[in-house]
């Protein structure tokens, strides 16, 4: 009988040790790599921001939403491609860990301008999505979703179905790269 019982809290501390090694992944790990979404390379160091300081010195005042939502972590990477036929189109890329979902919702609803079109196509991106064609300018397009504890925001430079598209596939792309955090 001592064996048995010795056996079975063996066997529960192994189990407990599995899961403790269990980590979730980070902010870092969700960003694409080049050619990742073929034909899109970086075109710049990735920026990582911990801390509302280091996020203040990246986006100064726009960073009070995320940090009054729980933030906890930030990655901006720039990416360069090609989007039908235009050999040099640029691709922002924030997202951001706040910690939960409840603070990541927050961020997305807080951060609506109420001009946007809900991304509501069955496999959408996250929980939530919608993207803008911003007028000014050549035109370009801003694509946001929320899934899990994460806040997503893509810029394209190009204000084209195309464009969009593109936006899409790295949306698409990070969220299944959440989804395998879970």
């Known amino acids: 009988m001592k064996k048995l019982l010795i056996f079975g ?17 980070d902010v870092v790990d969700l960003v694409p790599t080049d050619n990742e979404i073929s034909g899109w390379t970086r075109s710049s160091a990735m920026t ?3 801390g509302e300081t280091q996020l203040y010195a990246l986006i100064n005042g726009a960073g009070q939403v995320y940090i009054d939502n729980g933030f906890v972590k930030s990655a901006f990477q ?16 924030q997202i951001f860990d706040q910690g939960d ?6 961020v997305y609803d807080e951060v609506a ?16 999505a919608r993207y803008e064609l911003v007028t000014t300018g050549f035109g370009y397009y801003i694509l946001e979703f929320w899934n899990d504890r994460f806040y997503t925001y893509i810029e394209i430079n190009d204000g ?4 969009l598209d593109i936006a ?3 949306a698409l792309n990070i969220d299944t790269a959440i989804e395998d955090t879970e």
Do not use: R
């Open 9 to 25: 809290l063996a066997l529960l501390f192994c189990f407990c040790a599995q899961e403790d090694q269990t980590e979730t992944k």
């Open 160 to 163: 084209t179905q195309a464009g």
């Open 168 to 170: 899409k596939l790295f």
């Open 101 to 106: 979902t409840t603070n990541a919702k927050n």
């Open 113 to 128: 301008q109420g001009t946007e079109t809900p991304w509501i196509e069955q496999d959408h991106a996250g929980m939530e």
């Open 78 to 93: 720039n990416y360069v491609g090609e989007v039908s036929g235009n050999p040099i189109v640029e691709l922002k890329l």
């Open 48 to 50: 990582v921001a911990e």
